[in-house]
């Protein structure tokens, strides 16, 4: 079969890779988005439904691939699903704005598993992680997923299709046909579930794990996919205006991984430009109380602008709502994960407030996505005061980024529950440091609690 003409280039480029083609800033964001992400997972397994769904599909101890932060044990495709799970459940994992979504989980629980499984390297796991993410990005980019899309499940069946395939040591064309089997094997998934607090929305990229483990062993066993599923699936079904130039345009000397970003507030990215601005009002005016408000403003892209129901019904819904967001931060003085449980869902403050937060689309800045996500947010205050901020860029992302120690505090924090803090500095030691490592297996051993 002759491959199309994006497809043929990067499986080349992705088969010779070697992890010192990868420069130093590439190798440190890789391991600060591993590292955010194990924290992600560690935390989400914190949640009740995924315990439950844990004592369900797992063993508490003895051989297998670690569930993450947990005494659990389970078959490779389970951990990865669990693990996939669990890293979406409380919507504090990276993302990469111009791939529109969240690489990093979609790719790093396939590939642990299976660099555990073959007694990988660290350099092997990173360099696989970053060729993942990848393509994974790299196909959200040239992609325009059609209206009502949720990018979960998605692309990222086809990350961790490739990184796990690249860690088995696949040729070219094997890492073509993989990739082609695995962007038949993508969900159709629905933003409308999470806005409505559908936590179903949360299995969606455990599942892309479990189907990129499966997409490698159906390559590695003879199937065949189409010539260039990519393009018909994100270009014709799920999505529309495929560009495949995007997929090799500066291949190998623009990694996507380092343009990616980091969350600090607990909820959809698309709600950040506003707590953004909310919390410049609040450096430079002090404390805006609740009662003092006469309503709030916001003005945004128009993803984030369907993100307006001023009464979510659970903790996800929460999560995706920009007025229960903004009322909670100013209410709470933080948009962190509790501000997102059952006690704050059930503050009158909050909700009162809510109801007198209006969401609109800007579509000068609809027009400026996806290298900028604004927003403008104006605060009426009953003495008459109008107080207006805007932003362009989220804090976090690659040219506003986070300090590394903030980082590395977030990870901290989220690993509280999961693994007591000498575990869960020896971890982070181990994930900065994973490059020295000879074998991942006893990185890997860190990962229970």
């Known amino acids: 079969m002759t491959f199309p003409t994006w497809l043929a280039p990067w499986c080349a480029f992705a088969a010779a890779a070697t992890y010192d083609s990868l420069a130093a800033p590439v190798v440190a964001r890789a391991k600060l988005a591993m590292l955010d992400t194990l924290g992600a997972i560690a935390a989400g397994h914190q949640e009740p439904e995924v315990q439950a769904l844990v004592r369900r599909l797992a063993t508490p101890t003895g051989a297998g691939a670690p569930v993450i932060g947990t005494r659990a044990h389970a078959d490779p495709a389970t951990a990865a699903l669990l693990n996939g799970i669990a890293g979406t459940s409380l919507e504090l994992d990276e993302g990469n704005r111009f791939a529109r979504g969240h690489p990093a989980i979609h790719v790093l629980p396939a590939a642990l598993v299976a660099g555990q499984r073959l007694a990988s390297s660290g350099r092997e796991l990173l360099l696989a992680f970053a ?5 994974a990005a790299r196909i959200g980019a040239a992609a325009n997923l059609r209206p009502g899309f949720h990018p979960h499940g998605t692309w990222g069946v086809v990350g961790a299709a490739l990184a796990v395939a690249r860690l088995h040591g696949a040729d070219a064309a094997r890492l073509a046909e993989t990739i082609n089997i695995a962007s038949s094997l993508s969900l159709a998934t629905s933003m409308r579930t999470a806005i409505e607090g559908g936590t179903v929305r949360n299995a969606y990229a455990g599942v892309a794990n479990q189907l990129g483990l499966l997409a490698w062993d159906l390559a590695a066993s003879g199937f065949t996919g189409e010539r260039d599923g990519v393009a018909t699936v994100f270009g014709q079904i799920a999505g529309r205006d495929f560009k495949p130039e995007a997929m090799t345009e500066a291949l190998g000397s623009r990694w996507e991984v380092a343009r990616n970003y980091f969350k600090r507030h607990a909820c959809c990215r698309y709600n950040h430009g506003m707590l953004d601005a909310l919390e410049i009002l609040v450096a430079e005016n002090g404390t805006i109380a609740a009662d003092d408000v006469a309503e709030v403003t916001v003005e945004t892209y128009a993803a984030a602008a369907e993100l307006a129901d001023p009464r979510p019904r659970n903790a996800l819904a929460a999560k995706f709502s920009l007025p229960f967001a903004a009322a909670a931060f100013l209410v709470r003085g933080a948009a962190d994960m509790p501000a997102f449980r059952a006690e704050a869902r059930g503050d009158a403050a909050i909700l009162d407030l809510a109801a007198r937060v209006h969401v609109r689309e800007e579509p000068g800045f609809t027009a400026r996505l996806p290298a900028a996500r604004p927003a403008r947010v104006a605060v009426a205050l009953r003495d008459g005061r109008r107080l207006v901020a805007e932003t362009m860029t989220n804090r976090g992302d690659a040219d ?28 982070m030691a181990s994930v900065l440091g994973l490059e020295d490592a000879p074998d991942i297996r006893a990185f890997c051993a860190l990962l229970t609690s």
């Open 131 to 135: 060729l993942g993410y990848e393509i």
């Open 400 to 427: 506003s980024p986070y300090p590394v120690a903030e980082i590395e505090a977030k990870f901290l924090t989220l690993a509280a529950d999961g693994w007591s803090e000498p575990r869960a500095r020896s971890l």
